[in-house]
């Protein structure tokens, strides 16, 4: 190899060591860039009205901004929150109520939606795990007509994925332990407020807790009292054991031998008579 060549090949290394370098320092420099953003001090629940106290401004890389921050506190001042912040969580435009709400549970209500109250007890609020912020199922249990003019019981799942908004009085969607209380508040659309309000005059209600996670819809036809029995397994009671009598032995018996009686016999003749005598 001559020597242009060698020194060509000596400086392609060069320079692409330096571009390696200079893009290090560029995106070093670039990470070390921060822009200021308004952090919670302390934990707020939904619903609750934020006031500057609450908040701090601190450094964030602008390479991972979150999407609708503030940088200034005094933007937040009066603003409710829709979902419960912790601290040190940066405070979102989506996660609050739209400017001028007055704040308690009406601020928090989706657009189109309503808050709509059931009475519960433990049973029917899933012994108190139905907690702000989980969603449900509801269930109606009452009589169903049949063609022959008589009634059945019929269990159904009438409402599906229902976001629960309070349960009592308490909206704190961070609750870590079960609350047993006597109403569960759901958000609903109007369509489905009716809904609930027919289904508790005509049966009862219960709710079954979902996964947050899950938001699939399993179709069910509902169960009614016949066809739950018809799936329970008939009792016929215990199985006896089967006791198997001895058979009798069959007794072989041998016909005797005849006995064979030997006679002697002699004629006798009376007159002009023959006969035979034997003994």
Known sequence: MN??????????????????VAASKWLQTRSMQTEKVVVMVSPLNMGEKINVGMLKRIDWPKTSLPEGFFGE????????????????EPVLESKL?????????????????RAITVKVNEVVGVAG????????????????????????????????????L????????????????????????????????????????????RNQADPGDVATQGITKEALLSLVPKNTGPMMPVISKPRAK???????????VTKKC??????????LECF
């Open 3 to 20: 020597m242009r060549a060698m020194t060509m090949l000596l400086f392609a290394l060069l320079a692409a060591i330096g571009a390696v």
């Open 73 to 88: 506190v005094e933007k937040l001042d009066g603003r409710v929150v829709k979902y419960s912040l912790q601290n040190g």
């Open 97 to 113: 109520a739209p400017v001028g709400s007055k704040g308690g549970l009406s601020a928090v209500i989706a657009e189109g939606k």
């Open 129 to 164: 795990f139905a907690l702000p912020g989980n969603y449900v199922d509801m269930i109606v249990n009452t009589n169903q007509a049949e063609r022959n003019g008589d009634e059945d019981n019929i269990s159904k799942i009438v409402l599906k994925h229902i976001l629960v």
């Open 166 to 209: 309070a349960v009592g009085d308490d909206v704190n969607a961070n609750a870590d332990k079960p609350k047993v209380v006597n109403a569960v508040t759901l958000e609903v659309t109007p369509e489905q407020a009716e809904m609930i309000d027919l289904a508790r005059s005509v049966g009862n209600l219960s709710l079954v807790l």
């Open 250 to 260: 069959k007794m072989i018996v041998a016909a005797a031998a005849p006995i064979v």
């Open 266 to 275: 002699t004629k006798v003749f009376t007159g002009t008579t023959e006969s």
